[in-house]
């Protein structure tokens, strides 16, 4: 199988990236994503080679960022730790990736199994809990009550060998419905404002508020638990429909990747 190789290298007028001196390298497995200044270098592996070096624009459709190139338009959830980009060829990212200098977010790792006291079915669309399992657009939870889903939960397991994972210490939660090609999709839901976290005995951990964006959103745990139940205790309503969402949560382990 022939291997592809993206090489570019742009220059970045707003946002996280625009900030003085901003420098940052993000890894998955495909390769890494490093910005440097003003600058950004992509080395992404896939079937075809491919190098360039060009500007680019990033801009905002809706709540949504978006890299925009003379070939690619890639949208763009971006964090200091987290960085994620979506092509318009599939629902899966086309690059996931930690920041290096966020070591505690080394981590990274999907809940084992998800439980909802309720979901939406609308005709043959099912956005199920287990929507939140994977990094997909078009693809979040939504609450299935008739109002705003003041009330509704989400039960989240960690089922992995503390010995070889780490216990879990924290989870990334990515607000609304996030989708590729109707970005509008984001305002016209109700997102997530307030939360109550419980730990695996039912005991209330904390409440804490959430940003109005799409972008990872990163949040301690006071101590280790097995398991936790999100809470959903207020919410930014959505300009048409009250239909909460929630695009996706990973879990953060204690684990950290040797140097």
Known sequence: MIKKIIFILFMIPISLFAEPGFSERYRDISGEVIFLNNKIRVSIYDEFLIQFEEEFELIKKGNLEYIK????EWLCLHSKEILILYDDESDYPLFYGISKSSRKLDGFILPSSVEATSYLVEKDLQFK???????????????GKSDYGIGEQLKLKYEYAAEQYGALGGFVLINGFVSYEKPYLYEYNSRV???RIYDDKGEIMFDTFLDDNPMPQYFDLPYFSDEITIEILEVYQGSRWK???IHSIIFISDWVAPL
């Open 69 to 72: 190139t003379k070939e690619y």
């Open 129 to 143: 809990p287990k929507n939140v399992l994977n990094l997909n657009t078009f693809s979040p939870w939504v609450e």
């Open 193 to 195: 404002k307030k939360i």
């Open 243 to 245: 239909d909460t969402c």
